[in-house]
């Protein structure tokens, strides 16, 4: 269940990207400027070109997501399915009861302002 403070907390990551954006686009712009016009007697840049220069890297290189050899990946996926194979049906099942259980606690907050607005209504 969605409720609408949910979606107002996604709303609040839209400035923090901007910012981070911006932030990553004006230290590339000063290293840029500190070092290129030096090394390679290269012409300094403003700040919209340091971050076209980012898009253009992104559009070159990729925007797939680069983790460690450690998180994620098949082999965490083999071990995960090796673990579910090797369990009772019993304990198969508790198992993902717990695995449900820890998912709701973090939404746990969202779910208490719901009921807590039911009940309001239906007090009235």
């Given at each position: 269940?969605?409720t609408?403070?949910?979606?107002?907390k996604?709303?609040?990551?839209?400035?923090l990207?901007?910012a981070g954006?911006a932030?990553?686009?004006y230290?590339?712009?000063?290293l840029?400027n500190a070092?290129?016009?030096e090394?390679?007697?290269?012409a300094?840049i403003?700040?919209?070109?340091a971050?076209g220069?980012?898009?253009?890297?992104r559009?070159?290189?990729g925007?797939?997501?680069?983790?460690?050899?450690?998180?994620g990946g098949?082999?965490?996926d083999?071990?995960?399915?090796n673990?579910i194979?090797?369990?009772s049906?019993?304990?198969?099942?508790?198992?993902?009861?717990?695995?449900?259980?820890?998912?709701?606690m973090?939404?746990?907050?969202?779910?208490?302002?719901?009921e807590?607005?039911?009940?309001v209504?239906?007090?009235?």
């Amino acid at each position: 269940m969605n409720t609408m403070y949910y979606h107002r907390k996604k709303f609040f990551f839209i400035p923090l990207i901007i910012a981070g954006v911006a932030l990553f686009a004006y230290v590339t712009m000063l290293l840029w400027n500190a070092l290129l016009p030096e090394v390679f007697n290269l012409a300094t840049i403003n700040f919209w070109q340091a971050a076209g220069l980012l898009i253009l890297t992104r559009l070159l290189f990729g925007f797939g997501h680069h983790r460690g050899r450690n998180w994620g990946g098949p082999r965490m996926d083999s071990d995960f399915r090796n673990k579910i194979k090797s369990m009772s049906p019993e304990e198969r099942k508790e198992f993902f009861k717990k695995m449900h259980y820890n998912r709701e606690m973090w939404h746990r907050g969202c779910y208490e302002k719901e009921e807590l607005e039911k009940e309001v209504k239906s007090g009235e």
